[in-house]
């Protein structure tokens, strides 16, 4: 039966090694997915070897040092201990995954917010003066000057340029107007 689960073991053991590359090229959705699909079968193959491991414990306790002398003993006893061996390293990994996962989340998501941020606050101008030259006051001075049109545009711009770089200066705006590069975890 170990023997079994060790060969299947292996299996797991590809697919785990390919779901490590695979993350670099793609992370997305699916690859979540894959990585918690490999975490419930390491779970699985934990309790399938409990009950394996309480045998050999009891199997020990009942008759001691005699067991051991045995070579199809000891060479299941080692199987045991290998099988138990790679499913803790394998868990490890895909904790390390899973970890992985969350930091280039987090990550993406805080660049997307910081975005969003950005793109409100150097619209907030435009907004502002739109929203204050459509109101219908009686007297508007702009409206008489031969140029009003252009400097309402030039009005906005420059305070729309002025806070877009006083969050250039402050460092704000960060990476958000480069170009992402291809199988990069964070840009």
């Given at each position: 039966?170990?023997?079994?689960?060790?060969?299947?073991?292996?299996?797991?053991?590809?697919?785990?090694?390919?779901?490590?590359?695979?993350?670099?090229?793609?992370?997305?959705?699916?690859?979540?997915?894959?990585?918690?699909?490999?975490?419930?079968?390491?779970?699985?193959?934990?309790?399938?070897?409990i009950p394996i491991k309480e045998i050999q414990i009891g199997m020990e306790e009942v008759?001691?040092?005699?067991?051991?002398?045995?070579?199809?003993?000891?060479?299941?006893?080692?199987?045991?201990?290998?099988?138990?061996?790679?499913?803790?390293?394998?868990?490890?990994?895909?904790?390390?995954?899973?970890?992985?996962?969350?930091?280039?989340?987090?990550?993406?998501?805080?660049?997307?917010?910081?975005?969003?941020?950005?793109?409100?606050?150097?619209?907030?101008?435009?907004?502002?003066?739109?929203?204050?030259?459509?109101?219908?006051?009686?007297?508007?001075?702009?409206?008489?000057?031969?140029?009003?049109?252009?400097?309402?545009?030039?009005?906005?711009?420059?305070?729309?340029?002025?806070?877009?770089?006083y969050l250039k200066m402050k460092g704000w705006t960060g990476d958000i107007l480069k170009?992402?590069?291809?199988?990069?975890?964070?840009?």
């Amino acid at each position: 039966m170990i023997k079994n689960y060790l060969a299947k073991i292996d299996d797991f053991e590809l697919r785990l090694n390919q779901l490590l590359w695979d993350l670099k090229e793609k992370n997305n959705i699916e690859i979540l997915e894959r990585i918690h699909h490999a975490r419930h079968e390491i779970l699985i193959w934990k309790n399938l070897m409990i009950p394996i491991k309480e045998i050999q414990i009891g199997m020990e306790e009942v008759f001691g040092e005699e067991l051991t002398s045995f070579t199809a003993c000891k060479r299941t006893n080692k199987r045991i201990e290998r099988t138990l061996h790679l499913l803790k390293e394998y868990q490890q990994e895909i904790d390390a995954l899973v970890d992985f996962e969350v930091v280039v989340s987090s990550h993406r998501g805080n660049e997307i917010m910081k975005t969003l941020t950005v793109l409100t606050t150097l619209f907030t101008p435009i907004a502002a003066w739109g929203a204050l030259w459509g109101m219908n006051f009686k007297f508007m001075p702009e409206l008489d000057l031969k140029f009003g049109y252009l400097y309402s545009l030039i009005v906005i711009a420059v305070t729309t340029l002025i806070l877009y770089f006083y969050l250039k200066m402050k460092g704000w705006t960060g990476d958000i107007l480069k170009s992402s590069k291809k199988h990069s975890f964070f840009k």
